[in-house]
């Protein structure tokens, strides 16, 4: 049986109260209890990056419920290769700026490559300053069995865990961009890795580049909300970078995106349109001047 979302069934509210993630209102700042109460009514929900004010504000406008502060800024945004040099000072700026842009979003901080992976101390120590200076209201680490104790430090000092396990970009030197959770020996492991994100703590854990099948079963086997990104239709949520799903970014894209607009182009028309106009004396004219 096919489960709708409250934005189809037009319902913004189950019987206790709380409000749909999209589609729902309301002024205060979405919370992870909300996210455990949509696992439970079967509600699906859209997650989307974001990295600036601006943008931010736009996705918070259109009720993105969820917003994570990626370290894919590295690739989208900073110029990197790779999200393993953007470092915690630059994740700290962006996630405040996310934040300051936002009112009802719950917004996810990245902990970055070399931010937690000495222990769990240096894990709190780092996710402090992304909630103390930034203000999420949460924060996403890779790994699963290894991840278990900063996950469970985290939890236990009162900051909110958001997992990453499959594909996991931070560890691209030693892994490759390549689907994770093939054969039945690492399908085991994925789900090992499931079951101790959740074991730990965890809110809801992220499954990149899983098989459907897989990401299905461990959707099934969790009591918290998996967010899949080439992980196939029967995670409880799906996240995309914002650049890749408005066409801005550039290049042959990864199966798994749609994208939904062709911003690169639409931004490129308008630059070249300027500058002609300038180079033609058209712009500015007179209405455009000031007196």
């Known amino acids: 049986m096919t489960q709708l979302s409250a934005a189809q069934t037009g319902k913004t509210s189950s019987s206790d109260g709380s409000k749909a993630l999209y589609g729902g209102k309301g002024t205060r700042r979405i919370t992870v209890r909300d996210i455990a ?15 600036d004010a601006m943008t931010a504000s736009v996705f918070d406008e259109a009720g993105i419920p969820v917003m994570l502060v990626g370290d894919s800024a590295g690739n989208c945004h900073l110029g990197y290769e790779s ?10 700026m962006l996630s405040a700026a996310v934040v300051r842009g936002t009112q009802r979003a719950l ?12 222990g769990p101390v240096q894990a709190l120590r780092s996710a ?24 469970r430090l985290l939890v236990e000092s009162g900051i909110p865990v958001m997992a990453h396990i499959g594909l996991t970009p931070q560890s691209v030197n030693a892994m490759g961009y390549r689907v994770q959770g093939r054969g039945e020996e690492a399908a085991q492991q994925l789900l090992r890795d499931a079951k101790s994100v959740q074991d730990a703590g965890a809110f809801a854990v992220v499954l990149e580049l899983v098989p459907a099948e897989l990401a299905a079963e461990v ?11 080439g992980a196939g239709a029967e995670t409880d949520a799906q996240v995309l ?15 798994f995106v749609k994208q939904y607009a062709n911003l690169r182009e639409v931004m490129g028309n308008a630059a070249k349109a300027f500058a002609e106009d300038v180079v033609g004396g058209t712009f500015p004219l007179e209405e455009h001047s000031v007196h």
Request: net charge negative.
């Open 37 to 51: 109460l949509a696992k439970e009514r079967g509600e699906k929900w859209p997650m989307l990056t974001a990295y």
């Open 83 to 92: 999200t393993v040099p953007v470092t915690l000072d630059e994740m700290t």
């Open 107 to 118: 917004i996810v901080g990245d902990l970055p490559f070399g931010s937690y992976q000495e």
């Open 128 to 151: 402090t300053r992304l909630v103390k200076e930034a203000g999420v209201g949460a924060v996403k680490l890779e790994g699963g069995e290894r991840s278990h104790e900063q996950i």
């Open 219 to 229: 959707t099934r086997v969790l009591h918290i909300p998996t967010v899949g990104i």
């Open 241 to 255: 970078v914002w650049t890749d799903m408005l066409g801005l970014t550039g290049g042959r894209m990864p199966k």
